[in-house]
């Protein structure tokens, strides 16, 4: 089989600021973990990996991997022969995800220092999960980079938060303030920040698309389409 070129095709524009979110997370790192309440949110890591179908020796790519949070349930699903590779653009939150896998002892976990929007790996994947990345999946260009980067029939899961718009605005106020406080680097105001999947949709056509808290959380999920495929088999 023919492999598909992943190198850079040029189209769209860049608008991850990835000199801020270096900066950024160079100050969050140490606090990530904390930041991310896993104690709340790896059941959803959890339920997002089993959306990949995952087999035993299979390889997927964790798309701003962040400290590494999802890694114990992606190795879990490709197993030994498998394997993960987690992508950031931030060399210290990379540190700590270098730090977990070593500890874990986790020998088929491998790291790339990347900005999503310039990502050309080696290969194809199985799967991609990009979790709480709003600026990746809010750039066409980094959707559109990752998804090269996926193997026909592959599947592409991603979760996060959403823009509350309509009558849930009033809702807004708290991730503002959230984000302000804090400083963290993301792109709340960007234009698919209410409809974060809307470029993954673009890319893979029909998405399926699952809410939670008030519409203010989303998992999105589909496949890479072959020759021959229809629409209803791209999203489930």
């Known amino acids: 089989?023919?492999?598909?070129?992943?190198?850079?095709?040029?189209?769209?524009?860049?608008?991850?600021?990835a000199a801020g979110s270096r900066?950024?997370?160079?100050r969050l790192a140490r606090i990530y973990d904390w930041l991310a309440v896993p104690w709340l949110t790896n059941g959803l890591r959890r339920e997002a990996v089993a959306r990949l179908e995952?087999?035993?020796?299979?390889?997927?790519?964790?798309?701003?991997?962040?400290?590494?949070?999802?890694?114990?349930?992606?190795?879990?699903?490709?197993?030994?022969?498998?394997?993960v590779v987690g992508a950031d653009l931030s060399p210290d939150q990379l540190a700590r995800a270098r730090e977990r896998a070593a500890?874990?002892?986790?020998?088929?976990?491998?790291?790339?220092?990347?900005?999503?929007?310039?990502?050309?790996?080696?290969?194809q994947f199985d799967g991609i999960l990009s979790s709480y990345t709003h600026d990746i999946m809010t750039s066409p260009l980094a959707v559109e980079r990752a998804v090269a980067h996926l193997k026909p029939r592959g599947r592409f899961v991603a979760l996060g938060f959403v823009r509350p718009t309509g009558w849930r605005a009033p809702l807004n106020l708290a991730f503002v303030i959230f984000y302000k406080v804090l400083r963290v680097p993301v792109n709340w105001d960007a234009e698919t920040s209410h409809r974060p999947w809307t470029n993954?949709?673009?890319?893979?056509?029909r998405v399926s698309v699952k809410e939670r808290l008030l519409g203010t959380w989303y998992r999105a999920a589909g496949t890479k389409a072959v020759a021959g495929d229809g629409p209803e088999s791209r999203a489930s």
């Open 200 to 205: 993954l949709e673009r890319a893979l056509g």
């Open 54 to 83: 995952l087999r035993r020796g299979y390889s997927v790519l964790d798309l701003g991997c962040g400290t590494g949070l999802s890694f114990p349930f992606l190795v879990d699903a490709v197993g030994p022969d498998g394997r």
């Open 23 to 26: 900066r950024g997370y160079r």
């Open 1 to 17: 089989m023919e492999r598909e070129d992943t190198r850079q095709s040029g189209t769209g524009a860049p608008v991850i600021d």
């Open 103 to 123: 500890v874990a002892g986790w020998e088929n976990v491998s790291l790339v220092e990347a900005n999503a929007e310039e990502l050309s790996l080696d290969g």
